[in-house]
């Protein structure tokens, strides 16, 4: 009793000495006092506060890292500290607030106001506090963290530890951030602006029927890609990427491209070149793009006439310097690729070919990092070759007719079948010469999916007949050719006579009769 007597004075007697005693008194006996436990404790303690500098206006990048870091350890650890914080948007809970088909977002969880985590990161121990002031006379809080670590160890963990939560944080963020899939249109006032959707593509690698030797090269390709910062950085180059996709239409181009933002976990811009007026717009688009996306310009070689654009600005050139010869002897020419490109500037209101190498590969492509371009055409020859060139499209991918592998995975998946005599008929029509893209084996499948048996004989039938039209167009070409008095013959052979063109065109009305039958 006496004890809590004595206690009591001495609180009434430091509350006195707070009314009595100057300000500038307290606050250095308070600095005398926190020097004095600071040299007397093992630890060392580091603050990071949510927002930086006075005013308390700017974002600490760092603190947003420390929220990652500890979310994900704290679902990770066991047991869970004693109190956490659970939180759930009213844009992310009922039924309205997600996009049709994509699960609800999970609650966030993160530490509760004025309590501790622990942590070990090479052997030493580290203690995260949260602290939560609310200002006087506001109702706003300051927020921030404290970090704990010993002393004499301080110096030598904290770099690596803070390299360390911010690898975590950053992957955290990129794996669970909602995704966008953005297209260009252009705003009221007529400026070139972008217009968003989820993005909830379900197109993966796994779900992907590719050669294995391929799928295997561009996951690598990929994942080297996203995990080159230092590389690029070191080389000097922009951490940029350009793919070129290309084949007849069904070969699986807008699935691979939904597959690698997938993979990648990134923004897909979609960028209709046809609803971009100027290069200017064009150059706006491209700053208003994030960075961690993948830029896409579906069928190139129908979006714009660009081919055509360079053609004249070339031949324009070559007039200008003919006739500015007399005037200046000059000879020097350029050899870059890009100088017939470079003319077609003049064409103003309009996107040009020059417009377009500068978006690609020009100092305007490297207003932010981590982004892929991909390009898609059905006809790869019908675009101009300055855009092919390796720092423009460096990997270049060709997507065919469904191969015997790409066929059997498609069967799998989409009826469950595996090893069938059909299946192996179907194989062998693929290696005959009869070819089907992946979008038409699957929807031969897809039509009888909840029937394996007829739907493997539908495609093996099907296959079957794209193989006896394929000998027979080939068979029709070398009668043909042995008909034609103008062809080459075989060296050592004369050239057919009347009786060996009356067999071929025997041949040839046999061939008429069997296709004219089929249909």
């Not at 391929?214 to 793919?243: C, H, I, N, V």
């Not at 793009?289 to 070339?314: F, K, M, P, Q, Y």
């Not at 390009?375 to 019908?382: K, L, P, Q, S």
Request: hydrophobic share 35%; proline share 5%; net charge neutral.
């Amino acid at each position: 009793m006496e004890f809590l007597s004595q206690m009591w004075s001495l609180l009434g007697l430091l509350t006195i000495l707070q009314n009595v005693l100057p300000t500038q008194l307290l606050s250095l006996l308070h600095s005398l006092w926190q020097s004095l436990q600071d040299s007397l404790t093992p630890y060392s303690y580091f603050d990071v506060p949510e927002f930086l500098g006075s005013a308390a206006v700017e974002p600490n990048a760092l603190y947003r890292h420390i929220q990652l870091y500890l979310h994900r350890s704290l679902l990770l650890s066991s047991p869970p500290p004693p109190r956490l914080t659970l939180s759930l948007p009213r844009s992310s809970a009922g039924s309205g607030g997600h996009a049709h088909g994509a699960a609800p977002s999970p609650p966030s969880v993160s530490l509760s106001p004025n309590h501790s985590v622990a942590d070990t990161f090479n052997g030493h121990r580290a203690v995260w506090t949260h602290h939560a002031d609310t200002l006087q006379d506001s109702l706003e809080e300051r927020r921030s963290f404290s970090l704990r670590l010993p002393k004499r160890h301080a110096a030598a963990v904290l770099p690596a530890y803070l390299a360390h939560l911010a690898d975590a944080a950053d992957h955290l963020e990129r794996s669970s951030r909602a995704r966008r899939l953005h297209t260009n249109a252009a705003s009221p006032r007529g400026a070139a602006a972008w217009a968003s959707v989820p993005f909830c593509h379900p197109a993966t690698f796994d779900t992907l029927a590719l050669d294995p030797g391929l799928k295997a090269r561009l996951l690598a390709d990929l994942t080297a890609f996203s995990q080159g910062r230092e590389f690029y950085r070191r080389t000097g180059r922009p951490w940029k990427r350009g793919y070129l996709l290309h084949g007849p239409p069904g070969s699986g181009k807008s699935s691979l491209i939904a597959a690698m933002a997938n993979h990648l976990r990134y923004d897909v811009f979609d960028l209709e070149l046809t609803r971009v007026a100027t290069n200017a717009d064009l150059r706006a688009l491209l700053i208003q793009t994030t960075n961690r996306s993948l830029i896409v310009i579906e069928d190139i070689d129908c979006s714009l006439h660009l081919t055509g654009d360079r053609g004249l600005a070339s031949e324009r050139l070559h007039k200008r310097r003919k006739l500015h010869a007399a005037s200046y002897n000059d000879d020097s020419s350029d050899s870059d690729d890009d100088a017939g490109a470079n003319g077609d500037d003049n064409h103003r209101g309009k996107v040009t070919l020059s417009g377009l190498l500068n978006f690609t590969d020009g100092l305007w492509s490297c207003c932010g990092e981590e982004r892929i371009i991909v390009f898609t055409t059905n006809h790869v020859d019908g675009i101009d070759p300055a855009l092919l060139r390796p720092g423009r499209m460096d990997v270049h991918v060709r997507l065919d007719a469904c191969g015997t592998h790409a066929m059997r995975e498609l069967v799998q998946r989409y009826v469950g079948v595996g090893d069938h005599e059909m299946v192996d008929a179907a194989e062998d029509s693929i290696r005959g010469g009869a070819e089907m893209t992946p979008a038409e084996v699957g929807e031969v499948l897809l039509r009888n999916r909840d029937e394996p048996e007829a739907a493997v004989t539908e495609l093996a039938a099907e296959l079957k007949a794209r193989r006896s039209a394929a000998d027979n167009i080939h068979e029709w070409d070398d009668s043909a050719a042995e008909l034609s008095d103008g062809s080459p013959t075989k060296k050592g052979r004369k050239g057919l006579g009347w009786e060996g063109k009356i067999r071929i065109l025997g041949r040839l009305r046999s061939l008429t009769k069997s296709e004219s039958g089929r249909r």
